[in-house]
Structures are given as structure tokens and as C-alpha cells.
């Protein structure tokens, strides 16, 4: 393999180009955007800032090029996915130093990104050639003669507008590209403003993997600009989306008629019961709320504890909290890294103001430095205070208290959010009593909110999403049955 295999990306000036029918193209536009690190406002690189004339343009080619991809056989489609993991995994180090410039995530974390991202394409690959049609008699129906059978096969959708978030450009493109490519979509890639470096150079490992021209386009350029042109255009037949809230219930309201996938935000709460192992409880919690800053959407977001464990998990929270490396993702260890904007730290300093002004003990943290926030813990926050509600995307934790377990599930259930929660206990009957009452996607027991594994099904209800993920769901959220009735003579 070459030395430098990502040399069409960019010109010398460091300006990004976009994947188009197969080529590194630079827009017609002369607009660019600047990608300044969060770490310290240096200049990372150039991403064009395309027009809508131009996003037609890549929409169109994917059109095209899709019509020959659905007819390449499984097999060859997994033998090039299986190609694009080799590559990740040869290059984790190169790609993981761009991540970490780019988004300011640690460097254990930015490693650990692109080798899940190569994990998960690979499991895809292996998946989507398990994926089986079947055949249905019609003499199983009452009052249907045995003349009637069914071939039900599944089909791809067609061109499938990916867009991902800035907190996992990486793995949160391939979730969305590797499933649908199996399944026989083509795929345009609109990447986050702040992050579009390294998904461009995803998308160029798909390219050298031997993906055919027009199979994976990249549109970059504001949201604002090009974003609703995107996602209303004709030709885009699914819509995969991860981001905010706002921007998702956006895209639901001026789209009609064309399948979604939406992974939103939320408010995980994690619910330790009296009867908790605290260490364990502990251990989970700082894990979950503070990597990466707490900028994932399930993240530890809240914690709700019963009165009778609260001093001592306040104190040994307050312990583990305070001992967190603080500073420069290229620094080793360093947990809680600078956010990824001003705007961001701004609104996670605006939650400390309303706890504080109305009360809550602030018991560690409490700082800022420019884009970084110490990772901060409160107690003793009441459900007055917006820290209580709102999703801070920041490394910032309000306690709780709460008399008895039927208050934790319904102050769990009063967020507008639905994505995840946590129990911890030693007591399985209260473990499924809460999991079954909770309104969420999924429970996690005595361990903190997380994704994967990827082959594990993935969703939000109310507003923190719309769909299932997860590998097998993710692909049969791409594709659709398709049934083909034989309707046989002289059968009885």
C-alpha cells in the first residue's frame, strides 16, 4: 500500500475536496469553510462550501450508479467492505490524529473509533449475506386456495442521504454507509461542518476499497445553506440521520412521504437504589457522563438516588470526579477535553448559573478555560432547575434525590427524551419492575448507557429518535420486502 494514500484528498494549502463519481473534486463555488481545532483554535484544514447546483449533481450520479451497485452479488459487495476494514485498521493511528484535531477527542478514544468503525463494517459485511427471503404458501390463509405462492425478497431503497454528527464523524458515517451499501443503496454523505475532514477520509477508504464510482458521493457546506435542499430533494429515497433534536424534528416536518431514521438526544438517567453496588455504580457513572466531555447523546446525563445511598455516592463521585485528567486530547490520559465550540461551553455555563442561583451545592468542578469545562457534579438539584431537563452535551452531572422508586420512574418519564436509562441494584425484581415502566429505548442494568454492541438494536422514543438501529436493523431499515406471487394452474 502506498505511503500516503490519502494524497487526492486535499490540494497543498490544506483545502478539502468531495468525493464525486469516483474523483476528489473542488467546488464551483470559490466558498470554503475553515476547520479551526477545538484544542486551540488552530487551522486544521479548508471543507468547499458546495451549492445546491452542485449537491443535484452528486444526488443524480448516486441515482445512477445505484441502479448498477444493486446488482452487484452480496458476496462482491462484502469482499469490498471487508477491503475498506483493512485499510482502517492500517491507518487507525493517521485517521485517529485528524480526529483528534478536529473534534478534541482524547487520543485513546479517537484509536478506539476508527477500529470500532472497522468492526463494525466487517460485521455488516458478515451479516448482510445472512439476510434470507422466504416463501409463503397461500393455502396457510383460510379460504385460499394452494394454486397461490409468495417470493418475498428484500430490495434496496435506493439513494440514502447519510448525515452524521461532529461527536463521531467516523463511526457514526459507517453506521449508516456500511448497512446501506449491503443492502444495495447508494449512499450521499453529508458529514457535520466540524468533522467533515475526517469522514472525507472514510469516504476516500471506501474509494480505495474498490467501491464503483457514484456508490458513496460527499456533499459538504452549512447546513443552513444546502441542508433542507438535501433532505427534500426527489431523488433521496431514505433519510439516516443523527444530530440534535431540533434539527431532526426539522427534517420530520418538511419531509413527506420518505422514510426516516433518526437519532436524536437525551437525558439518560442513571437510578441507583439503596441496595446498589456503589463502587460499581460509581465506576459506570463517571465512565458514562464525562468521555468525551459528556458530548455523546447517551451519555450519564442525570442521576437519580435514593436518600439513603445519596451522601456516600455524592462523596465517592466527588472523589473519583476530581481526580479526572483535565486538559489536551494529545496528552495521554487526559478523560475531559475541550468542547467542541464556544457556543457549547457557553450553554453548559448558562446550566451552572440556574443551579446555582437556584441552590444546588456544587460539589466539584464548576471552571472554565476558554472551549474547556471541568467536569463538574451538583447535589441536591431540584426539578425546578434546567440542569434537571435539559440535555447539556458537556461535562456536567446533576444529582437527584429521590424518596422511592416510583418517584425515579416518574421523573424519568417526564423528560421530553426517551433514548436510554440505567438501574443499578442488586434486586432483579426491582431491576425489571423499573426497566418495564421506564419510557426509553433501552434499560441498561448496573452498567452505564451505551450503544453498542452495534448488533444490538439501537432506538430512542418521544424526542430522542425515530427507527431502530443496530446491524441487522440498520439494513432492514434500508431495504424493503418485495413479493412476487406465482399464481399456479390446476392446483386445488
Given at each position: 500500500m502506498e505511503k500516503n494514500i490519502f494524497m487526492n484528498l486535499k490540494d497543498k494549502n490544506n483545502v478539502y475536496k468531495n468525493l464525486y463519481d469516483g474523483h476528489w473534486v473542488e467546488s464551483e463555488t470559490g466558498k470554503y469553510i475553515d476547520i479551526l481545532s477545538p484544542i486551540d483554535n488552530s487551522f486544521v484544514g479548508k471543507v468547499q462550501a458546495m451549492n445546491k447546483e452542485e449537491v443535484d449533481k452528486a444526488i443524480m450520479n448516486s441515482k445512477e450508479a445505484q441502479l448498477l451497485w444493486q446488482e452487484i452479488p452480496v458476496n462482491r459487495r462484502a469482499d469490498i467492505l471487508n477491503r475498506a476494514a483493512d485499510i482502517l485498521y492500517e491507518k487507525a493511528g493517521e485517521l485517529a490524529e485528524i480526529l483528534t484535531m478536529e473534534i478534541a477527542k482524547d487520543r485513546k478514544s479517537s484509536v478506539a473509533e476508527i477500529e470500532r468503525t472497522a468492526d463494525y463494517i466487517r460485521f455488516t459485511a458478515d451479516a448482510a449475506k445472512s439476510l434470507e427471503g422466504e416463501t409463503i404458501p397461500g393455502d396457510s390463509f383460510p379460504g385460499t386456495k394452494r394454486n397461490k405462492i409468495s417470493f418475498v425478497t428484500r430490495v434496496p431503497l435506493g439513494v440514502v442521504l447519510a448525515i452524521s454528527p461532529f461527536n463521531y464523524p467516523v463511526n457514526l458515517s459507517v453506521s449508516k454507509i456500511a448497512p446501506a451499501l449491503m443492502a444495495g443503496n447508494?449512499?450521499?454523505?453529508?458529514?457535520?461542518?466540524?468533522?467533515?475532514?475526517?469522514?472525507?477520509?472514510?469516504?476516500?477508504?471506501?474509494?480505495?476499497?474498490?467501491?464503483?464510482?457514484?456508490?458513496?458521493?460527499?456533499?459538504?457546506?452549512?447546513?443552513?445553506?444546502?441542508?433542507?435542499?438535501?433532505?427534500?430533494?426527489?431523488?433521496?429515497?431514505?433519510?439516516?440521520?443523527?444530530?440534535?433534536?431540533?434539527?431532526?424534528?426539522?427534517?420530520?416536518?418538511?419531509?413527506?412521504?420518505?422514510?426516516?431514521?433518526?437519532?436524536?438526544?437525551?437525558?439518560?438517567?442513571?437510578?441507583?437504589?439503596?441496595?446498589?453496588?456503589?463502587?460499581?455504580?460509581?465506576?459506570?457513572?463517571?465512565?458514562?457522563?464525562?468521555?468525551?466531555?459528556?458530548?455523546?447523546?447517551?451519555?450519564?446525563?442525570?442521576?437519580?438516588?435514593?436518600?439513603?445511598?445519596?451522601?456516600?455516592?455524592?462523596?465517592?463521585?466527588?472523589?473519583?470526579?476530581?481526580?479526572?485528567?483535565?486538559?489536551?486530547?494529545?496528552?495521554?490520559?487526559?478523560?475531559?477535553?475541550?468542547?467542541?465550540?464556544?457556543?457549547?461551553?457557553?450553554?453548559?455555563?448558562?446550566?451552572?448559573?440556574?443551579?446555582?442561583?437556584?441552590?444546588?451545592?456544587?460539589?466539584?468542578?464548576?471552571?472554565?478555560?476558554?472551549?474547556?469545562?471541568?467536569?463538574?457534579?451538583?447535589?441536591?438539584?431540584?426539578?425546578?432547575?434546567?440542569?434537571?431537563?435539559?440535555?447539556?452535551?458537556?461535562?456536567?452531572?446533576?444529582?437527584?434525590?429521590?424518596?422511592?422508586?416510583?418517584?425515579?420512574?416518574?421523573?424519568?418519564?417526564?423528560?421530553?427524551?426517551?433514548?436510554?436509562?440505567?438501574?443499578?441494584?442488586?434486586?432483579?425484581?426491582?431491576?425489571?419492575?423499573?426497566?418495564?415502566?421506564?419510557?426509553?429505548?433501552?434499560?441498561?442494568?448496573?452498567?452505564?448507557p451505551e450503544r453498542g454492541p452495534d448488533h444490538f438494536p439501537f432506538l430512542g422514543v418521544k424526542s430522542s429518535g425515530m427507527g431502530t438501529q443496530g446491524i441487522r436493523y440498520s439494513i432492514e431499515a434500508m431495504s424493503r420486502p418485495k413479493a412476487i406471487v406465482f399464481n399456479l394452474n390446476n392446483v386445488e
Open positions: 447508494s449512499v450521499v454523505l453529508k458529514p457535520p461542518t466540524q468533522g467533515s475532514i475526517s469522514a472525507l477520509y472514510l469516504a476516500e477508504v471506501f474509494n480505495i476499497a474498490g467501491l464503483p464510482k457514484g456508490v458513496l458521493n460527499t456533499v459538504t457546506g452549512r447546513g443552513s445553506e444546502i441542508g433542507d435542499y438535501c433532505v427534500t430533494h426527489k431523488e433521496i429515497d431514505f433519510i439516516n440521520f443523527t444530530g440534535s433534536t431540533e434539527v431532526g424534528q426539522h427534517i420530520s416536518s418538511i419531509t413527506t412521504m420518505k422514510p426516516l431514521l433518526l437519532e436524536l438526544g437525551g437525558k439518560d438517567a442513571a437510578i441507583v437504589l439503596d441496595d446498589a453496588d456503589l463502587d460499581r455504580a460509581v465506576d459506570n457513572i463517571v465512565s458514562g457522563a464525562y468521555s468525551y466531555s459528556g458530548q455523546r447523546c447517551t451519555a450519564v446525563k442525570r442521576i437519580l438516588v435514593m436518600e439513603s445511598v445519596a451522601d456516600e455516592l455524592a462523596e465517592k463521585l466527588k472523589d473519583r470526579i476530581s481526580k479526572l485528567k483535565v486538559g489536551d486530547p494529545r496528552e495521554e490520559g487526559v478523560v475531559v477535553t475541550p468542547l467542541i465550540s464556544e457556543k457549547s461551553a457557553d450553554f453548559v455555563m448558562s446550566l451552572m448559573e440556574d443551579a446555582n442561583k437556584k441552590g444546588a451545592e456544587l460539589l466539584v468542578g464548576g471552571k472554565r478555560e476558554g472551549n474547556l469545562v471541568y467536569p463538574t457534579l451538583y447535589d441536591n438539584v431540584t426539578l425546578d432547575m434546567k440542569l434537571a431537563w435539559e440535555e447539556p452535551f458537556g461535562p456536567i452531572l446533576p444529582i437527584i434525590r429521590i424518596k422511592s422508586i416510583d418517584e425515579a420512574i416518574k421523573i424519568a418519564n417526564e423528560s421530553d427524551y426517551g433514548l436510554q436509562s440505567s438501574v443499578f441494584t442488586k434486586d432483579i425484581d426491582k431491576a425489571f419492575y423499573i426497566a418495564n415502566k421506564l419510557e426509553v429505548g433501552t434499560v441498561q442494568v448496573n452498567n452505564k
